[in-house]
């Protein structure tokens, strides 16, 4: 909710579900609804229809859902996953001439950081620019805002850490004509596509 209100603005009101962690002025959600000055409102217990956000979160997983199965990708990056999603939808356009981030910033919206990759691509990374350092192998996550210079990425390790990187390019299939290496990367990140 801060980062809402600092990126975008504060909004005048919100209509969310009863979630009991954002109900009451004691809850930490509540809080910033008052020290913001945000009327809140919520929906009838078992009441979905009554707020829109619900809808759009059903369509959300189903797109996870269909990229999972079509690029084998893994459920433990859901969260970068459906974050990626996300991003996608509200940078293109669904009813009208305007995306739905145009319409919330009145911004021209620039969507090429998004579509440079597709989801958990295979990319090989280097943790130094130095030209003799070592190759590594990962899978794009997505964009990491907030973290080094423009055009900075999440890049999921062999060793299932997630880093922030802007020296990668996209991996040539195959990797190597070492299969245990093959076996190695797709145990680890998933399988080559």
């Not at 859901?78 to 293109?92: N, P, S, V």
């Not at 990962?138 to 080094?148: A, C, D, I, Q, T």
Request: proline content about 4%; hydrophobic content about 35%.
């Amino acid at each position: 909710m801060i980062k809402l209100c600092q990126q975008v603005g504060i909004p005048n009101e919100l209509h969310r579900d009863g979630a009991l962690e954002m109900r009451g002025q004691d809850t930490t959600f509540g809080k910033i609804c008052k020290e913001y000055k945000i009327r809140s409102s919520w929906t009838e217990p078992y009441s979905p229809w009554q707020n829109r956000c619900e809808n759009m979160i059903g369509v959300l997983v189903k797109k996870v859902r269909a990229r999972r199965v079509k690029r084998r990708i893994p459920k433990c990056v859901w969260d970068f996953h459906i974050t990626w999603e996300a991003q996608i939808y509200t940078r293109t356009v669904h009813k009208g001439n305007s995306t739905p981030l145009e319409v919330l910033t009145w911004d021209t919206i620039d969507i090429s950081e998004w579509t440079e990759f597709e989801f958990h691509y295979l990319v090989s990374y280097w943790d130094n620019r130095d030209s003799e350092a070592k190759e590594n192998i990962g899978r794009w996550l997505g964009v990491s805002h907030h973290v080094g210079s423009a055009l900075c990425y999440y890049i999921l390790t062999e060793k299932a850490t997630v880093l922030s990187r802007t020296t990668f390019h996209k991996r040539r299939v195959p990797i190597t004509g070492d299969t245990r290496e093959s076996v190695r990367i797709s145990q680890v990140i998933g399988p080559e596509h």
